[in-house]
């Protein structure tokens, strides 16, 4: 038999009350942390998850106490700010506390990460570092959705408003992340986004839900709750069941960061005029590394008069193990350690860039092969895709000129370094390069004689034409003007006309330098205009050395070739994509074990460049415009009602005027000629309180108004609790818009002045 609810039983209601607003605190932690959870989207790992639950945590506690102790909306939002700093101080920035407090040098460090990260928007795509702005935004962010989505629902007396805050946070997450644990996420927080809703919805219709179970303190609303808790978790299966299955749900969504999309490829024929002469802003991949060099993707051995090549038989035997650099043990031979961690954004193809000689693989988010002869590292025959990483590292060798001088060229590797096909323009370009190095004795010199004619009497231009004739590199000496294929080329050309073994390596200069926090290791964006071209030669027991023949540009630790280093530093203006692909044959690489990276107790930790400009513009924006409204909601009533004050003193006549106004906000405009006397008639006829409170209310205000009896503070609290009574009973809506609407507060502080 169902039970009877007493609603006189006010202690059973105050009990269950107390309850449902537990639940509902509960469950609002609960979806802060399922938001919380989801910026698994956008950070690399799940690192980042223990301080940002225990900032949801803190955070909704912190809400809780602040709005137990009745602090105003203003006074708490500052508090929660200030709570929500010293931890995200305390993850972030732990080294920079002064006396476990975040003081001014902390300020300066977060300030200097966030500035930073600022410099990446538009170019960052997930997955993100912790260690930087953006790990610092995201634990503010959830901070304020703790103490928001709390104020929406208690102080507010809100329910599906209180999902506003956690709901933009994952839609933009969801918009701008990878797609990692889409489903389950999108599920979970669906299922916990019904049971907050619900559960707010129960706590202020305590009636509905015994008269479903009949009422029994505690009970009932355990019952309801439990209810509630079983449909959400249906509706989300359901979701995550059929939702994958509706047409076009694999589609590429409608605000994407293209992760994992194909971009501009590096044409391993030399045939990079086209990415250079068409650049854009877009990022192709970032490096972050302690030291700037050269990236290579692959070097070029053949050459048929035309066009260097690289053997496709030479690539699919791309193996496991990667370069072994100890044999090389001449005296005046410096090894330069290369810690890099390489992320992919628009850069495709299957070569993937790296600095020279990779002799250590430490992680890698796609199976890497190497090839060691043209030192090409390579990925899988599916390409290179947005979001790919891989952390890595390379012994550079960096030979002194001394060495040079004194190392032969006579063991290449293959006698290929040296073939040459035999036709006229062979026979004419010989004669001109033996008159550049006549007088010159020993590789090094003639090398450094060769560079040198190039840089001092050619100069680098993109506005050249392009030939494939057999008189191509001819054409380019007569005319003294041209860009690092052509330089390279003629070069690599050259060494061999005078028995060095030589070939064209392409890859990309350091790129766009800047710092990451307060360590050593900086972060080199590389875009289009990076791409490059330059000549390598064959010195005995040392292996291939860079030369720099092209005007303008410099390789960095490359003393031996008197040249500074230098790059093309100009940013190009953003433009559309260009449809029009280059060259790129395809390649079939062997699918051989890949190379197992070494454990390594100390991983590089730098900042790895991920997410679109929307990410932490979102949050900034979202933060601050929070902040104006909360501002705007707190200060504008209150000045309101500080100016009506000083306008009219008579604190009876506005109290009867708020109480009016809030009538007519609920039932209408009353006609302005209505005493006070008809006006109580008409509260009664909407039982607008209790008949003989109203009696008293309309005796008072009309014996002050025409008797001329001076005030009281009896009648002052009587109309005042009146007010305050029928100011609770508002619609939400209108609650909120008292704190927005500057009319609306008049109206309602009793600023009317239609009638007295």
């Known amino acids: 038999m169902t039970a009877t609810f007493d609603p006189t039983s006010q202690k059973g209601i105050a009990y269950d009350r107390t309850i449902r607003d537990l639940l509902g605190v509960v469950t609002l932690w609960t979806l802060t942390v399922v938001t919380a959870i989801s910026f698994c989207r956008i950070f690399s790992g799940w690192g980042f998850l223990p301080s940002y639950l225990v900032v949801a945590t803190a955070g909704h506690l912190a809400a809780y106490a602040l709005r137990r102790s009745k602090l105003p909306f203003l006074v708490s939002l500052i508090g929660i700010t200030l709570c929500t700093y010293l931890l995200a101080a305390y993850f972030q920035a732990r080294q920079t506390l002064t006396f476990g407090l975040p003081l001014g040098h902390t300020w300066s460090f977060v300030w200097q990460e966030i500035s930073d990260s600022w410099k990446l928007l538009g170019d960052a795509v997930p997955p993100l570092a912790l260690n ?42 969801s918009s701008v992340g990878a797609d990692r644990n889409r489903a389950i996420l999108t599920a979970l927080w669906i299922a916990t986004a019904i049971i907050s809703v619900a559960v707010l919805r129960l706590r202020n ?17 355990m019952l309801s709750a439990s209810y509630i808790a079983i449909l959400a978790i249906v509706a989300s299966l359901i979701a995550l069941i059929i939702g994958p299955r509706i047409p ?68 699919d ?111 004419d370009l010989q004669q001109v390069v033996d008159e ?30 392009t030939s494939n004739s057999k008189t191509a590199t001819l054409e380019f000496l007569n005319r ?32 766009e330098q800047s710092p990451i926090g307060t360590s050593n290791v900086q972060l080199f964006n590389v875009r289009s205009q990076h791409a490059h071209a330059w000549p ?19 390789a960095p630790s490359a003393d031996y070739t008197n040249v500074a280093p230098a790059q093309d530093d100009s940013v190009p203006a953003a433009v559309a994509p260009t449809t029009t692909s280059l060259n790129q044959p395809s390649t079939t690489i062997a699918l051989i074990p890949t190379t197992i990276p070494a454990d390594s107790a100390n991983p590089m930790t730098p900042s790895t460049p991920a997410s679109s400009r929307s990410v ?23 000045f309101v009602r500080s100016t009506i004050r000083r306008r009219e003193s008579n604190v009876i006549l506005l109290s009867w005027r708020s109480a009016v106004a809030q009538f007519e906000i609920v039932h209408g405009e009353l006609p302005n000629q209505l005493t006070v006397f008809e006006i109580g008639q008409k509260f009664n006829e909407q039982s607008w309180g209790e008949d003989r409170r109203i009696e008293r209310i309309v005796n008072l205000v009309t014996q002050h108004l025409f008797a001329g009896l001076a005030s009281n503070i009896a009648a002052e609290q009587e109309l005042n609790d009146f007010v305050a009574t029928h100011q609770a009973k508002l619609p939400f809506k209108i609650q909120i818009r008292q704190h927005l609407s500057p009319r609306l507060a008049w109206k309602l502080a009793g600023g009317f002045q239609s009638r007295r």
């Open 132 to 173: 930087s702005g953006f790990g610092f935004i995201g634990l503010i962010s959830i901070g304020f959705i703790a103490f928001l989505s709390d104020a929406f629902a208690f102080r507010f007396a809100g329910r599906v408003e209180s999902l506003i805050p956690s709901t933009i946070i994952f839609v933009v997450l």
């Open 205 to 221: 219709q305590l009636t509905r839900s015994s008269k479903l179970f009949g009422y029994r303190p505690g009970q009932t609303t």
């Open 248 to 315: 076009g749900a694999n589609e590429d969504s409608w605000l994407s960061n293209h992760s994992g999309k194909a971009g501009p490829q590096l044409d391993p024929l030399v045939d990079i005029r086209g990415r250079l002469n068409d650049p854009t802003d877009e990022i192709l991949f970032s490096v972050a590394s302690e030291s700037p060099f050269y990236w290579r993707t692959t070097s070029l051995p053949n050459f048929d008069g035309i066009k260097w090549t690289v053997s496709q038989d030479l690539l």
């Open 317 to 427: 035997s791309a193996g496991g193990e990667l370069a072994n650099a100890s044999m090389i043990s001449e005296v005046g031979v410096a090894e330069t350690e290369v810690n890099q961690l390489v992320t992919i954004q628009s850069l495709a193809g299957s070569f993937a860039p790296v600095a020279d000689r990779p002799v250590q693989l430490r992680s890698a988010t796609r199976s890497l092969f190497y090839e060691p002869q043209s030192g090409t590292l390579l990925v899988s025959k599916d390409g290179l895709k947005r979001n790919d990483n891989y952390q890595i590292i390379s012994t550079v060798v960096i030979p002194s000129a001394d060495t040079l001088r004194i190392s032969s060229s006579s063991s290449p590797p293959d006698a290929e370094y040296l073939q040459l096909p035999q036709n006229q323009e062979i026979a």
């Open 436 to 465: 550049i190095i006549q007088g010159t004795s020993g590789n090094y010199e003639k090398l450094l004689t060769i560079q040198s004619y190039f840089r001092d009497n050619f100069t680098y231009s993109l506005d050249v034409p």
């Open 480 to 511: 003294k003007t041209g860009y690092c294929e052509q330089f390279s080329s003629t070069f690599a050309l050259f060494a061999r006309l005078i028995g060095i073994p030589s070939r064209v390596a392409i890859g990309f200069t350091p790129g």
């Open 536 to 554: 390598e030669v064959w010195f005995d027991g040392i292996g291939w050395v860079l030369f720099e023949p092209t005007p303008g540009r410099g």
């Open 616 to 638: 932490i513009q979102v949050f900034i924006y979202f933060a601050l415009v929070l902040t104006l409204i909360a501002l705007w909601a707190f200060a504008m009533p209150r």
